[in-house]
Structures are given as structure tokens and as C-alpha cells.
């Protein structure tokens, strides 16, 4: 293992540290329990939580800010937060309107996103994402994960809370990207979680893991190494049969989202943009919008997911929508 | 249950935890994420930790803080199930420990451990045969329940605790997982134990040694 680290057990918390004082104009750090703020609270509008294990950054604190979240709970690398840290979170942000938890369909973060709603003084609501579909099986009955699609997801529901939105509209909103929102992701290379040390998963030099999830579990097969349009073909016939099962049209305007690894130069994932619009393009896809680069990573994996959101007017709105967070940032 | 034995065998099982990284380890990078290890060596530690401070507190209490703390000190998927799984024992111990002093002991200690796997299955809405540590948990407390309804000592309890957990670990080699990080597997789950079983097994064997040590 090579990597920037003075002693493992401290990565984290010098991570956030730096996080922190770099963004010290947009969010605050608070310890024991951890979790993320804005600099300013936020008044009069729903209260948007996020949270998961880190190791994806820049998700979710990255995501801090005017137009998306107000507060996030990181875990330790690939390990759900606790409740405390959400429960003490919604007391730090909570301002008037409830709160709305976006939790990534993983079977820890959503446990503990429930135990944290159990106990939560607030109303509150919850908004599961799961656009990862990669893993189709029915009879996995923990169900398909949320991926890359969560960012799209925490932009969208952040601006409508903006507007003063109430809790039901907001959760509304998220549950709807979430449906019109497919991904699926290929790795090339593991990634190598820092308290283990080494690789999390053997891959050749000559292979690549199509369908792998965000903590290099994974998904739906083991392949052989070719060229990228191949590799890029075969994702987006996923993500076009995934709509189809769903009897979601696609013959509209999309969001195009491809989001790296960690460790897969953006040359290449102009690369993979290249190829996936052009073929989203054949099947009637106006691709309206556009996202290439490191938006939900996976340590220093190397791989790329593709993210197709089918827009409507209300999503449109609310991912042009201004936007201020250390990871996202545009005016409107 | 006294206080003086959960403690004991929260110490036995956060040494039996360390002394078994190598085997944990491999079994979950070779079907989940490779973090299984790290988080069981941090909540026992961090149980192990509180001795002192829980020695003079009355059993229901003990294991509510004890769920407490793997709650805020593991996270992932395994906080809130073995959370769970201390909470529902500290429940059933405050509620039924005062009513049932005529019942057997053994027979009380099985019921509290039953309603532990029972509060488990409830939050990770799991069931056996789904490669996961119920795999190991749910015959073990079966077994359990059972021997002690037939009057067995505690010595002859734990033999055949300790061997229905090997029984229960070895039954998850040829699963398909359908819960937890293995899920997306598919048959490539086939072949290997789970890690959650696995050290649920060493878990157990550690508490039923230290009875058998006695």
C-alpha cells in the first residue's frame, strides 16, 4: 500500500480537518460525535442530511452548502456513520421545517439511518436511493444500491427545500430523481481500503469488473479487458434496459453523469462521455446536461460509472438551480 | 446473568476477535468489503473498555450500554444489528429477570439470548439461509433453548452450543447470499464462509470456553 498517511488510525480525522479548514468559508466540523454543517445555518426550510463511509469524497460533505445540503455524518472508510452522529447532526440543522435523510441503499446506512429516525424529536422523512442497475436479480432481496445517482438526487431535493418546500414535496421530488436516475459502474483496478492494507478484491491485468458498487464490491460479472467503446456499449444497453423494465420512456432530455473512481484520469472519462452520448443520442436521448469528473469515488480505485437522469421540467429547475458547496458550485 | 460474567465475556470475546483477524479478514475480502475485522476489533475494544465502569451496574443496564456503545463505535451494517441484538437482551432481562426466579437459570440465560437473535432478525429483516451470521446465531440459540428445557449442565450446553455454531458457519460455505455486502455476489458467494458467521462462531466459542474453563 502506498499512500499519503501518517498513522492510519488518524486518516480520518486529518482528512476532515483539512477538509474543513480548506472549505472554513462554507462548513463547520464538529467532533465526537462527528458530522458536517453549513457555516450558517439555514432558516425556514427542510433540513437535508446525508451520510455514509468515506472514502467516496467528495460525497457527501462535499456537498455542504447553499442549494444542497445542510448538514452530512461520514463513517469511518466504508463504514456507516452512527446514529449519534445523525441525531446530533439534526439538532445542529434543524430549523423549523423537519429533516430529510438521503441514505444510499446500503444495508448499514440504512439501519443506521433508521435507528436515528427512530429516536429523532423531529418529523422527518427519508429519501433511499438505489439507481445502481447493476444488480438486477430480484431475489437479492437487499435490493439495488444507490450510487453516483445520490449526487443528483442531493442537488435536486437541496434546491426545492431552498424555495421553503415542505418536508412531503421534498421527499416527493427525491424518490422521483431517484426513479428516473440509472447507473452503472466498471472498475479496472481494486481499491485499497487504508486499515486493511491491501487490495479489497484480485483483478488481472487483462480483466474488469462490470457492475462493481462504490466500495469495490462486486456487481454483475467478471469480464475480459477491451476497447473502452465496447466497454461503454455494454453499460448503456444496461441503463436502457433498466428504464425499460421500469416502463420509464426514455425519448426525452438527461442528465449525463459520468463520475470516476478515484484513481481514472478525466481524460478518460471524457472518453467514456464521448462514446456513452453518442450512443444515448442513437437511442432518441437529447443529452441536455452534462457532469464528467470525481463526484463519488471509491478510495484510489480506477474505474468510471455512467449516470443517466431523464429530466422533466421540476428536475431541470432544480439541477440548473444556483448551487454553493465546496464539490458543486454555479450561479443561476 | 450477572453483571461479573458479561463483562468476563465481553473481555473473552474482544481477545477472540484480534486473535482471529487472519481468519475474518480473508473471509470478507474475498466476498464483502474488507472492513468486517476493523469494526468488530473497534466495538469489542471499545466494550472491553468500559469494564470498569459497568462492574457495579446491574445486568439489564450493563447490556444496554454495552448495545450503546457497538451502536456509536461499530456503524456499518454490523452497529445497529449487534446493537440491536444487546438492547433486545437488556430488554428481555429487565422485563422477565424479577418474574421468572423459579425458572432455571440456563433456561432464563437461552430465552434472553433468544430474544437477542430475535431483536436482530427484526432489524436486518433476515432470516436463516441467507449467508449471514443468523446462520450461526439461530441454531446456536435453538440449540441453546433446547438443551437447557432438557436440563442439561451448563458444561453440556456449551458443547453442543459450540458445535451447532460450527455446524451453522459451515452451512453458509455453499449459500447464495441474500443479505448483506454479499448480496450482489450471486453464485460467486458459493465456496466461500461468511465472515459475519465466522466470527459469530468465534464469538461463541469464546463465551462457551470461558463457562467450560470454570
Known amino acids: ?46 433540513a437535508i ?24 455524518c461520514p463513517g469511518h472508510v ?24 438521503v441514505v444510499k441503499n446500503y444495508a448499514g446506512d440504512v439501519m443506521n439511518f433508521e435507528m436515528a429516525a427512530e429516536m429523532l424529536p423531529f418529523e422527518h422523512a427519508t429519501v433511499l436511493t438505489s439507481d445502481d442497475c447493476a444488480v438486477l436479480n430480484s431475489t437479492y432481496t437487499t435490493g439495488r444500491r444507490g450510487v453516483a445517482g445520490t449526487v443528483i438526487v442531493e442537488k435536486c431535493v437541496g434546491s426545492l427545500a431552498e424555495t421553503g418546500a415542505n418536508l412531503q414535496a421534498c421527499k ?63 453499460m448503456v ?26 484513481a481514472t484520469p478525466l481524460m478518460e472519462l471524457y472518453l467514456f462521455y464521448n462514446t456513452a452520448e453518442k450512443l444515448f443520442s442513437k437511442h432518441g436521448i437529447t443529452v441536455a446536461r452534462s457532469l464528467v469528473g470525481n463526484y463519488i469515488t471509491a478510495l484510489d480505485m480506477a474505474g468510471a460509472s ?4 431523464l429530466l422533466d421540467d421540476e428536475i431541470k429547475q432544480h439541477w440548473d438551480s444556483a448551487v454553493h458547496t465546496p464539490a458543486l458550485r454555479w450561479a443561476r | 446473568m450477572k453483571t461479573t460474567f458479561i463483562l468476563s ?56 450500554q454495552i448495545g450503546n456503545k457497538l451502536l456509536s463505535s461499530i456503524g456499518g451494517a454490523s452497529g445497529p444489528l449487534f446493537a440491536s441484538f444487546l438492547l433486545g437482551m437488556a430488554r428481555y432481562d429487565k422485563e422477565h429477570h424479577p418474574k421468572t426466579t423459579d425458572l432455571n437459570a440456563n433456561l432464563e440465560t437461552a430465552a434472553a439470548f433468544a430474544y437477542g437473535v430475535q431483536s436482530m432478525m427484526m432489524r436486518g429483516k433476515a432470516n436463516v439461509g441467507e449467508k449471514t451470521m443468523l446462520d450461526v446465531l439461530v441454531p446456536a440459540s435453538t440449540t441453546f433453548t433446547i438443551a437447557a428445557a432438557h ?49 459469530c462462531q468465534v464469538m461463541i466459542y469464546a463465551v462457551c470456553d470461558l463457562i467450560l474453563k470454570k
Open chain 1, 1 to 46: 500500500m502506498k499512500k499519503f498517511i501518517n498513522k492510519v488510525d488518524d486518516m480520518l480525522s486529518e482528512s476532515l480537518a483539512g477538509f474543513a479548514t480548506a472549505h472554513a468559508d462554507l462548513v463547520s466540523l464538529h467532533l465526537n460525535p462527528n458530522f458536517l454543517t453549513r457555516k450558517h445555518k439555514a432558516s425556514n426550510k427542510v
Open chain 1, 49 to 72: 442530511i446525508s451520510g455514509g463511509g468515506s472514502g467516496h469524497e467528495p460525497l457527501h460533505a462535499g456537498y455542504i452548502g447553499a442549494g444542497m445540503l445542510d448538514a452530512a
Open chain 1, 78 to 101: 466504508f463504514t456507516s456513520p452512527s446514529p449519534d452522529q445523525m441525531l446530533a447532526a439534526a439538532e445542529a440543522v434543524h430549523a423549523g421545517k423537519g429533516i430529510l435523510f
Open chain 1, 172 to 234: 416527493a421530488l427525491g424518490d422521483k430523481v431517484n426513479n428516473r436516475t440509472a447507473s452503472i459502474g466498471v472498475a479496472l483496478t481494486s481499491c485499497t481500503v487504508p486499515a486493511a492494507g491491501r487490495p479489497t478484491f484480485d483483478i488481472a491485468d487483462f480483466e474488469l469488473e462490470l457492475g462493481v458498487g462504490i466500495h469495490g464490491e462486486p456487481g454483475r460479472k467478471r469480464a475480459s479487458m477491451r476497447p473502452a467503446d465496447d466497454i461503454v456499449s455494454e
Open chain 1, 237 to 262: 444497453e444496461a441503463i436502457l434496459a433498466d428504464f425499460a423494465a421500469k416502463n420509464i420512456n426514455t425519448k426525452s432530455e438527461a442528465l449525463l453523469l459520468i463520475n470516476g473512481f478515484g
Open chain 1, 306 to 309: 455512467i449516470t443517466l437522469c
Open chain 2, 9 to 64: 465475556a465481553a473481555l473473552a470475546i474482544h481477545a477472540a476477535i484480534v486473535a482471529h483477524e487472519n481468519d475474518i479478514e480473508s473471509l470478507d475480502r474475498a466476498i464483502g468489503d474488507g472492513d468486517h475485522y476493523i469494526n468488530m476489533k473497534r466495538g469489542s475494544e471499545a466494550v472491553a473498555g468500559m469494564y470498569n465502569a459497568l462492574l457495579p451496574l446491574p445486568p439489564d443496564e450493563v447490556l444496554l
Open chain 2, 151 to 199: 436440563g442439561k449442565n451448563m458444561a453440556e450446553i456449551c458443547r453442543e452450543v459450540k458445535n451447532a455454531a460450527d455446524k451453522g458457519l459451515e452451512y453458509t460455505r455453499d449459500l447464495v447470499a441474500t443479505k448483506g455486502r454479499a448480496a450482489g455476489l450471486g453464485e460467486r458467494a458459493i465456496g466461500h464462509l461468511d465472515p459475519g458467521a465466522k466470527s
